[in-house]
């Protein structure tokens, strides 16, 4: 029975703990802004990453409360001075943050872009199901976003222009 429950694990500290460690989240959070827990970068991903690590490591090991809560502050502070140097160095933005990449153009679809991603063809072809698409000609482009999302952009039927804008940032080739 020790293997389902055994009377010397700490319930009630990781109970409170888990209370704890929740609030410092959301104060932490609500002081810093939700930007902290976006996922607009690779950056933003291994930062995610890490505070859930370290939430794992606070309520299931011997790191304390105290030590956890500083670990979680710590980086989303850093999220924050990480924002402001993407906005004042780009040169800062571009070394954290991977560039958007075409992988269609209209109904063509560009096999060296999909080649460099690392993405295949098959899984190219599912994201387009997954949007409704029922030919290559409603396709106006389909994009492998900074976060590793792909965004399908669809022609539109009541002649709206599509606006170039769109894919303002976004590489043609890798």
């Keep these: 029975m020790e293997w389902i429950y055994d009377i010397k694990d700490p319930i009630w500290q990781t109970v409170v703990g888990s209370l704890i460690i929740f609030v410092v989240i ?3 959070t609500r002081i810093i802004g939700l930007r902290s827990f976006a996922k607009f970068t690779a950056y933003d991903f291994a930062f995610t990453v890490a505070i859930g690590s370290i939430i794992s490591s606070t309520l299931t090991s011997s790191t304390s409360i105290t030590h956890g809560a500083v670990a979680i502050t710590s980086l989303l502070v850093l999220t924050l001075i ?6 004042k160095i780009p040169e800062f933005s571009a070394l954290i943050s991977n560039k958007p990449l075409l992988l269609m153009d209209g109904n063509t679809i560009l096999y060296n872009n999909l080649k460099h991603s690392r993405i295949e063809k098959s899984q190219l072809i599912a994201k387009l199901r997954e949007a409704n698409v029922l030919d290559f000609n409603q396709v106006e482009a389909v994009v492998l976003e900074s976060t590793g999302d792909i965004s399908v952009l669809h022609k539109t039927k009541e002649g709206i222009e599509f606006n170039k804008q769109l894919l303002d940032g976004v590489r043609k080739t890798p």
Excluded: A, G
């Excluded at 990480?82 to 906005?87: A, G, I, V």
């Design 82 to 87: 990480s924002s402001y140097l993407q906005k």
């Design 26 to 28: 959301i104060i932490v």
